[in-house]
């Protein structure tokens, strides 16, 4: 009993410690995150910090995958290039430009072309799509997430008129980067893709699994550490879903509560952070992506692909929202996102 009352004692320090000054030590971040507490009034202040700066907006981005081929080897992807059975395809110029289209008459002031590293999408024609989106649609936002490229190539997309920039740091500890990727890829590229982006201009999005094969607390805790030291626009977190065609097809996937705590989090630690309640949170559980805007995200990225090849877009088993047309995702996600208490707004959703 009295070991339960010095616990959340503790805790409520760390956290009003990190609400105050926006970091805390490995040890700290250590503590904080491995230790189980109840999570209602983390929420709460999480919620209050995100009401504080972004209201009860939640901005949309209208998510487009334009590629399932990839020529990385990811061992939690379910469309790495390793993977036999995973259904290929690539969407032409128009079937993007028309999801632009579909999605600019839906309320989105954000497109995201999001896929694997596919050497089809080269840095010419990236950069073509991208200002041929930027002349029909000037207002709205363009965000890419197209993997790790050479600094040239994204200096080209972002003059091209690209505006923001997605990659996933996956973790910020090495040993376990290497748990997660083959020896081809590399932690210290991967961070100097991150620190070239953020150098040319882009608005950057990092971010990380919950609860991956061989995570452990202490690399969360490096997690939270590069968040505040980075500071990026953007930080996107969803839980490790394992995939049937992958060498973690049998690994246990990542736990709701984790991934809310984690975002709350995030809150407080970054409080201007764009912070999205993914697919993936919505995977796990019905209502994910609400509970995950009750603990601090204000984002969400409904999915504009074409019907015809949602299914193959396959990262990880049991993926929600493959069998809907945008416009019912979009009525899907508006119905929820007020039953949370939010309001989804058409707006290009900057950083504050
Ligand atoms: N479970 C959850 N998220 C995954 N991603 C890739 N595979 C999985 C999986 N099995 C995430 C990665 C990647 C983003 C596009 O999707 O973090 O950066
Ligand atoms: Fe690397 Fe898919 S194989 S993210």
Redesign the pocket.
Known sequence: MLKWVYVGVKMKELINKLAENHKLSLQEWETLIGTEFLLEDLFEKADNVRREIYGNQVYIRGLIEISSYCKND?Y???IRCGNKNAQRYRLSKEQILDCCEAGNQLGFRTFVL?GGEDPFFTKDRVADLVSEIKKRYPENAVTL?LGEHDYETYRTWFEAGADRYL??H?TADRKHYEKLHPPQMSFEHRMQCLKNLKEIGYQVGC???VE?PDQTNRSLAQDMQLITEFRPEMV?I??????RD?P?RNEK??SLEKTLKLLALIRLAHPHVLLPATT?LGTIHPQGRELGLKAGANVVMPNLSPKDVRKKYS??DHKICTGEEAAECIRCLKLRVESAGYEIVEDRGDYK
């Open positions: 990811c939690y992807c379910g999001q997430s990659l996933r996956e971010g990380f699994m991956s996107g969803g839980p490790f879903i394992s995939h992958t973690f996937s990542g993936a990262l990880y």
